[in-house]
């Protein structure tokens, strides 16, 4: 096991009707900035229990942070929360609505343009900043990473801040979300648990172990909750899911790949792809392409998560890579860059900026520009 | 899933060499109380590893914190950091150290005797407290718990005061641990997740998940660290192990059961005997007293965890029941009270004290007096 430093502050509030715990959470006599994506929140009742529950407090509003939030979006958040004195910020939303506000929440304490602290990729002076979420996937809620993308360069990159104080999770609030969200949002889980669980075995068998808890525990309420969203138990289990698939808990004294995030948030800079379909076509591809140098854990993977056995061990591996592809597939999301239409102009683009960037992704920092190429030839 | 708020803001420092870290995370200018149990620390290079990561700090030394921390001991301790004015403290030891130390953060806040403390069950206003681990077992490492004992009385009780600012993990000072310690660290370790998990099924996948992660962590790593406590990635294993045992990671939404401890603690109270053993004879006498009641879970367990399938499902329980005593047994543990010649005066006392008290324990407040005495006559 490698050494390791973890310490996770965020305090998750989970459950139904736990919207209405928001007014003890935050300090009085904060001024609030309140952050929106759409109108969905609306529509299900959420922004009626966070208006009524932040009642007494002094209130802003800002609406309009979109999926995969844009740099262009949030300084003009920045910009209101500067001019009306801010001093705490709640997201109400899904991942993009909290990655956005927390780079409002460090931008709000930074003199320059707010796409510098991007590019920084970290800043701690920041403003205090809780979530009230509403889509599970991207386990923003109790994690300090954020991804801001800017429009006018088709750039996607991750920053990193602060834990949000608080999260309130409630599953009821995600019952009349789009089946394809739902989708997506397995997906999101599903690979942000692979990224810290699929590279060698027995660095740490129990967090092998939590790894393979999160997967098992999607495949099995995956089927249910893509046809009914509103079984409470189900989607309290997805929701805990997404949340503990990025919080630390399950990367203890192991190491991380993140490629396929990496290749997956160039497909969505470059198309505006949502990032869990993203991700359903590079981790097959991925796998396939370093089937070698990953064959350890993905016999692992095969066995215990997918109860394959017997047979050789290339076809063992062959069906743990099958296995994932069918299951993006039975979420009813594209698993080829076929079937999204993106080609060789594409696959070109990529190889061209992570070879300019002269640095590789993945566990051995070996997935340069060639590489990535190679995965995405495997995506076809 | 039943609704809760969770928040550990325990900073968890892992790792070989990682006690050299410990002046960065002690504020500048405390008064610094470090505490100890026996002389172990000076023969492991403990006392000089901390010592040499103090240079600076204003410190003063407690020794003698004993196994089951005495509130006779620990009076001692808060009268002398309430003469030097320490405003921070450093156990330096195992569970019981760390528990005992708890009680001191919260006593030096305290104008009463701080047995007082104990009775009333918790006490938040303490002097901040971190931890350098010796002995992996209790989780105390990383929670607000702590078991305090009085000698004069024989009585043993639960309080819960602070999380430790941060606690430094080095496997490598597990090295020189008896084995006896070892075996009843890992039976320690079981039965926390055990209390935690072996309820009803289906209360959150995930918690099941990964309660049976821990189980079957330990299941593997006992043979050889019971041999050779030096396997540095055993070792760091169970250490994890025991930490995210008792953290509350496994313990979100779901209902607890805590008899087999309660019943344990007065084993201990009684008669000294290790907290680690009392909890390998009472656990399986509590599952084949309460097997109708955890019939569901105990059919899972059994299964995922010690992979009994087939038979009848009374065949399966038993095997499920069987495979947990010899387990204990595997380690070197008494698993009966005959083994360490307890007999009827004394589940006679402990009757008389659970109904006594007119409280039930276990998750459904059942474990009365009565059910008490069953469980003890299925440890004969």
Known sequence: MENFIFQNPTKLIFGKGMIAQLSKEIPEGKRVM????????????????????????????????????????????????????VDFLLAVGGGSVIDGTKLISAGLMYEGDAWELVLKGSFRHTVPLGAVLTLPATGSEMNSGAVISRSETAEKYPFYSNYPVFSVLDPTVTFSLPVY?????????????????????????????????????????APEIIQHQDNYDKMADFMLCATMGLNGFIALGVRQDWATHMIGHELTALHDLTHGATLAIVLPGLLRTLKEKKRAKLLQYGERVWGITGNSEEDRIEKAIACTEDFFKSLGLPTRLGDVQIGEETIKEIERRFTERKVGYGEDQDVTGTVARQILENCK
């Open 34 to 85: 309140l952050t929106f994506g759409g109108g969905s929140v609306k529509k299900n009742g959420v922004y009626e229990q966070v208006k009524e529950a932040l009642k007494g407090f002094d209130v802003v509003e800002f609406w309009g942070i979109e999926a995969n939030p844009k740099i262009e979006t949030l300084r003009k958040a920045i910009q209101l929360g500067k001019e009306k004195k």
């Open 181 to 221: 969200q739902v989708a997506c949002g397995i997906a999101d889980t599903f690979v942000h648990v692979m990224e810290q669980y699929m590279t060698v075995p027995g660095q740490s068998r129990l967090m092998d172990r939590w790894a393979e808890g999160i997967l098992h525990s999607l495949i099995e309420i």
